[in-house]
């Protein structure tokens, strides 16, 4: 048994607290991995305020982690003490009909019980002052030291900076993926991005390196446009800057609309301004954000029945442990870019203070 800090959430809607926990070792195939870096996404914020309904406390939250595995148990095959990894909260086994279908990356292997907060054996290995502490999204990466199952790994290039390359355990390759994968942007398109943060910003370098050309960026904050614009958005602008709803105004900018739009906010009113806001025809747009539970979708039938396409994305359609080493790669060789979306960097114990960062979107 490993002790060692983790941050904590006793329970919804309160602040996460530095304790020491303990670690047990794997059983069969696990893996136990001491995190270098993680960084915050709202996912996190979104479990911690309670509204998730999968949320059981306490738990530690965290799925965008990086780091090197410690110790593997039983039969674990594909990765071994002191290689470089990131945690994957969405699992790749290969064996289920997911996995050898290749229309989706939702391997459904330990769904399960990873919605539960346990391994795939029904427990917990952390625990915390006696109590058992739950795991989160099959990664926990807000520990020092955490224990993931082994088709929940992915084995990366030992040269790559961990506290960058963890971005690539969630936001990045999450909106980079929705516009090659999901939407399959096309060269000479035009895009439409609602939401420019963390993986509104990957969307937008997703269309530019497929091509797009033109990209619209739409945000209520204007503070994100000039970063918006480096990551390769033409232009941008603020649904408050006009009485007409914003589908319209984009709808007269585009000459009929966007070929392709994304919606990366989690807001259902704006996830139906991005499919309004599309072409009639041929427009694709693609929930990428995370809508808050019990909350539904709505607009005309008409606008599906006139060509427009409405599609949904998971971790940008990548299947985990193939892509993320790729992904890596691509990184290292400067195909897309990472360091970019770093903006703050912290020791450990002042987590809470990421999120407050996160929260007023800075």
């Known amino acids: 048994v490993i002790k060692c800090k983790a941050a904590v959430a006793w329970e919804a809607g309160k602040p996460l607290s530095i304790e020491e926990v303990e670690v047990a070792p794997p059983k069969a195939h696990e893996v136990r991995i001491k995190i270098v870096a993680t960084a915050v996404c709202h996912t996190d914020a979104y479990t911690l305020s309670g509204a998730d309904p999968e949320g059981c406390f306490p738990v530690i939250l965290g799925h965008e982690g990086a780091g090197i595995v410690e110790s593997v148990g039983e039969g674990v095959t594909k990765v071994k003490k002191g290689d470089t990894v990131i945690p994957l909260y969405i699992p790749q086994c290969g064996e289920c009909k997911f996995c050898k279908n290749p229309k989706t990356n939702l391997c459904q292997k330990i769904r399960i019980t990873q919605g539960k907060g346990v391994m795939p054996d029904g427990t917990s290995r952390f625990t915390c002052k006696g109590k058992q502490i739950y795991h ?42 929705a516009a090659v994968n999901t939407a399959k942007v096309e060269p000479g398109s035009t895009c439409a991005v609602f939401g420019l943060g963390g993986v509104g910003l990957a969307v ?65 009113g704006v996830m139906r301004a991005a499919l309004e806001a599309c072409h009639k025809g041929w427009g694709v747009s693609v929930i ?57 960097t912290l020791p450990f114990d002042k987590i809470n203070e990421a999120f407050e960062l996160m929260h007023s979107g800075k």
């Open 204 to 268: 937008i370098m997703g269309c530019k390196i497929a091509g797009a050309s033109r990209i619209i960026g739409i945000d209520l904050n204007k503070d994100k446009y000039a970063k918006a614009k480096e990551f390769g958005a033409t232009e941008c602008i603020s649904p408050q800057d006009s009485k007409k709803p914003i589908q319209e105004v984009l709808v007269e900018m585009t000459d009929g609309g966007v070929d392709y739009s994304f919606e990366c906010v989690g807001n259902v």
């Open 288 to 344: 990428v954000g995370v809508a808050a539970a019990g909350q539904e979708i709505s607009t005309r039938p008409f606008q599906l029945v006139t060509g427009r396409t409405w599609k949904g994305t998971a971790f940008g359609g990548w299947k985990s442990v193939d892509s993320v080493p790729k992904l890596v790669t691509e990184y290292m060789s400067k195909k897309i870019k990472v360091d970019e979306f770093v903006t703050h």
């Open 136 to 177: 989160f999204m099959g990664t926990s990466t807000f520990s020092e030291y955490t224990v993931v199952a082994d088709i929940s790994v992915a084995k990366i290039d030992p040269a790559a900076p961990l506290d960058k390359v963890c971005l690539l355990g969630c936001g990045i390759s999450t909106g980079y993926g």
